[in-house]
């Protein structure tokens, strides 16, 4: 199957600086990415789907200047948590279809986000 | 709004025994249903996808049916063993208009005791 692959797998960082996560797809192109959280003991929920060369399409309550999506390849979608608090510690995760109507979708490796 | 809901919530059982999953969702509008396997901590694998024109998949130990008319989905495990130890996932792939995420339930998560 289609390959999507995240990094970093974990970070730690401290309260107050910002967070870079990549989600590529390693042998499609991607015209729209879906990034999701899970916290522990919790499935998984939707935050934003990411479409490239546009702006991100944010689930209700997931602040979109706080969590910014870019997606300027189809290739590559970036999530970035912006003045980190404790409380974002958490599971993100990013998938993808292969083709814009695929059946299937592909999930990256995860990020394990820490906020001390 | 798409709600899915998967029973039990957690399963332990003896190497061996044979055992279904079962999920649930309220509408039935699906392109197709998803079962994943999650390591813990780690990221999801894909075991099986039905679509909705099918009733059932089959790879290996696992077999998934679909009635999507009742809004339900049984995963089967047949002969568990320990290394089959990790939360499951379903999740739906619905025909909301615009919206082409994954709808996820909140996962069994599953022992199986040497």
């Known amino acids: 199957g289609a390959v999507v692959s995240q990094h970093p797998s974990r970070v730690i960082c401290k309260s107050g600086t910002s967070v870079k996560i990549e989600c590529r797809s390693l042998d499609f192109q991607a015209t729209t990415m879906f990034w999701y959280r899970q916290f522990p003991k919790q499935s998984l929920m939707l935050m934003a789907t990411s479409n490239e060369g546009s702006k991100a399409t944010y689930e209700q309550g997931v602040e979109k200047d706080k969590f910014l999506i870019n997606h300027a390849s189809l290739t590559l979608s970036t999530l970035t948590v912006t003045s980190a608090h404790p409380e974002d510690s958490s599971f993100y995760i990013c998938s993808a279809r292969d083709t814009p109507g695929g059946a299937e979708a592909f999930f990256g490796q995860g990020t394990r986000l820490t906020v001390v | 709004k798409q709600e899915v809901t998967q029973i039990p919530a957690a399963l332990s059982v003896p190497e061996g025994e044979n055992l279904v999953l079962n999920c649930s969702f309220t509408?039935?509008?699906?392109?197709?249903l998803q079962w994943f396997r999650q390591d813990p901590g780690k990221g999801l694998t894909s075991l099986l996808l039905i679509q909705s024109s099918q009733r059932e998949q089959t790879s290996g130990r696992l077999n998934a049916s679909l009635d999507k008319s009742s809004g339900r989905s049984t995963l089967y495990i047949a002969a568990s063993q320990p290394g089959d130890s990790a939360t499951y996932l379903c999740?739906?792939?619905?025909?909301?208009?615009?919206?082409?995420?994954?709808?996820f339930g909140s996962g069994t998560r599953l022992q199986v005791q040497p």
């Open positions: 509408d039935s509008a699906i392109y197709n």
């Open positions: 999740a739906v792939y619905s025909r909301d208009t615009g919206r082409r995420a994954l709808t």
